[in-house]
């Protein structure tokens, strides 16, 4: 089967760093997304990755173990705008284009 | 210029009506998805389409039916609307479907069975 976990909801404060955790289990890999979306708008590419390793971007950096069946998404020095849903997401190895979405963590960002 | 145009953004209508969502994009891409969300904001492929060609078509009642007229336009027609039809429908597009394609969601369209 295929599962992919992620918490339901997260707080934070301004000015901190966060790390929303994602693990799973599929039948194949190609590659693991992060995608943010805030409330009533479209989901948006974060990030990409596909080899073991950390990616960097700016304020927002994401972590694969595919050993682990395990990533994160660190986001740094947080903004209110940051405030939204972050979603994980394993393109299955069976369809390339097949997104498998986790259900989303929910991040508050507090003053 | 809006790369993945989605209409219409609201759709109310009640039980057992036929209706259709319009998607369009302009980046040139050659596939293209929908995406059902659902009220727990579970996001869930439907359909993709590469090169006006059906490549996954996920266990979705056959009320659904996409249209591709051509490699820009991806559309949704629904038949006889259930009431747990009712979501947030995502149409997305990609350059192809290599890995790390990165998809481009549409603004939405919710639906609202009534």
């Known amino acids: 089967g295929q599962n992919i976990d992620q918490p339901t909801e997260m707080t934070a404060t301004e000015g901190a760093i966060v790390q929303i955790n994602c693990t799973y289990q599929?039948?194949?890999?190609?590659?693991l997304f992060w995608y943010q979306q805030h409330a009533g708008e479209a989901p948006t590419f974060l990030s990409y990755?596909?080899?073991?390793g950390l990616e960097e971007k700016g304020r927002f950096s994401s972590f694969l173990s595919r050993s682990k069946g395990y990533s994160y998404l660190l986001l740094k020095e947080l903004q209110m705008k940051d405030s939204a849903s972050y979603l994980c997401?394993?393109?299955?190895?069976?369809?390339?284009?097949?997104?498998?979405f986790g259900k989303g963590t929910k991040l508050s960002v507090k003053p | 210029d809006t790369a993945v145009s989605q209409t219409p953004k609201y759709l109310v209508t009640q039980m057992g009506n036929d209706k259709s969502i319009k998607c369009e994009q302009n980046?040139?891409?050659?596939?293209m998805y929908w995406y059902k969300q659902d009220s727990k904001k579970f996001l869930k492929i439907m359909f993709s389409?590469?090169?006006?060609?059906?490549?996954i078509n996920e266990t979705v009642p056959n009320r659904f039916s996409p249209k591709s007229p051509d490699k820009a336009h991806l559309n949704l027609h629904i038949n006889s609307l259930e009431l747990g039809d009712s979501a947030v429908y995502f149409c997305?597009?990609?350059?192809?479907?290599?890995?790390?394609?990165?998809?481009?969601f549409g603004p939405g369209t919710r639906l609202t069975v009534l």
């Open positions: 997305a597009s990609s350059r192809g479907t290599m890995s790390a394609d990165t998809q481009y």
């Open positions: 599929t039948s194949g890999f190609n590659g």
């Open positions: 990755n596909v080899l073991d």
């Open positions: 997401a394993v393109e299955n190895g069976g369809s390339q284009g097949n997104l498998i």
């Open positions: 980046l040139g891409h050659d596939t």
């Open positions: 389409y590469n090169n006006k060609e059906l490549i």
